[in-house]
Every structure is written in C-alpha cells, then in structure tokens.
C-alpha cells in the first residue's frame, strides 16, 4: 500500500503531541518504518539481523536499546492485502480497497520513566489515531489496533535474535500490531507516481 511511511508519520505525531507528550517520557525517539537487516558480529563473524532505518539515499541507522532515550518507538510492515471496488462514478476507473497489518514497537526504561510495559501499553493504544486524513490519491484510512505482546523477551528475541547483548534489567519492549485500511484512487495514485 502507498503511503505505509506517511501513516506511520501521521501516528507517531499524534503520539508525541498526545498521551506520550509527558517529561518522564523525555526524551522520545519516534521512528518511522523500519526493516531487518543483518551485519556481521564483532566476535565470531557470525551474522545477526536487527531493526533498522533505511533513507532513500541508502543511509542505514541501526535501532538498538539505548541509555539515551527513554522511549524508543518504531513501525514494521507484516503484510498487505488488496481488492478492487467498483467505481464511484461513471468510468473505467477502480478503486483499491487496501488493509496493511503493522506493528509498533516500544522500548523504553522502567526506570527512568516510572512505569512499564502494562502502563505503557494503554498509553500508546489511547494515543492512537482512529483516523488519518486522506493523503494524494487516497481517502481516510481507518487504524485498527489488533493485538499485543508484552513479554520483554518475546519480543526481544523476534527483533534482535542472534543477539550478543541483552537488555538492561529495568529495560522493557512491547509490541502492538495495528490495520490500517483505506480506498485507494488509481486515478490519483498514477498521477502522484507517474505524473
């Protein structure tokens, strides 16, 4: 689905302006949607995946658990599935109705903000939008949150599973997967990409 970085753009704002705009969660690293890639360990030359960020220009920037942030936030697509719908209006034209399934992940620090996966957790699903404004070519997207995982190690152990290191004791991860639906304009989305 187009726009999968846009909308996790628009979430993560809502967040930040919202129930995460609190000093105890300062400061904040909001990212947007991440990929696995993996890298040569330092000490057996065996090869490890984790998060990360790629830019357009091919620049990467690792996620990992840090002391620097209290929060850490980022986003994952799972998978997409599409249909068409049938013209609005008189035309050969289609519309694509479109669902991503993602998921959100947190790291943060018990610690040092005074709460924990089981309070944060309501935090990030209270944030959450219900809605996006449409985007060139698309209309609302509805965001749907599904389900989510607050086992620490769970969750630590699908994003960093050769791992050499390990969390700090008062360090926690959560996991939220989310939908987001929308209609898609194939008018608009050739326009926007070809146009």
Avoid at 91 to 103: A, I, K, N, W
Avoid at 150 to 179: C, G, H, N, W
Wanted: net charge neutral; hydrophobic share 40%; proline share 5%.
């Amino acid at each position: 689905m187009p726009f999968i970085a846009e909308t996790a753009k628009a979430i993560n704002e809502a967040l930040r302006h919202g129930s995460l705009n609190n000093s105890k969660l300062q400061p904040l690293r909001m990212e947007g949607v991440a990929t696995v890639l993996g890298r040569k360990r330092s000490s057996d030359a065996q090869i490890e995946t984790m998060p990360a960020l790629v830019a357009s220009d091919g620049n990467v920037q690792l996620i990992e658990p840090n002391d620097r942030y209290n929060l850490i936030v980022y986003h994952k697509v799972i998978s997409s599935v599409h249909g068409q719908q049938k013209a609005d209006s008189f035309g050969d034209f289609y519309s694509l109705r479109s669902s991503t399934e993602m998921q959100m992940i947190v790291i943060g620090n018990s610690k040092r903000i005074g709460a924990g996966a089981t309070s944060i957790e309501p935090l990030m699903l209270l944030g959450m939008p219900a809605k996006v404004q449409g985007m060139n070519g698309t209309r609302e997207m509805q965001i749907i949150p599904i389900s989510s995982v607050l086992d620490t190690i769970q969750v630590f152990r699908s994003e960093y599973p050769q791992s050499e290191f390990f969390l700090k004791p008062a360090d926690f991860m959560l996991s939220i997967r989310y939908r987001f639906e929308g209609i898609l304009d194939k008018r608009c989305i050739e326009y926007c990409l070809c146009g």
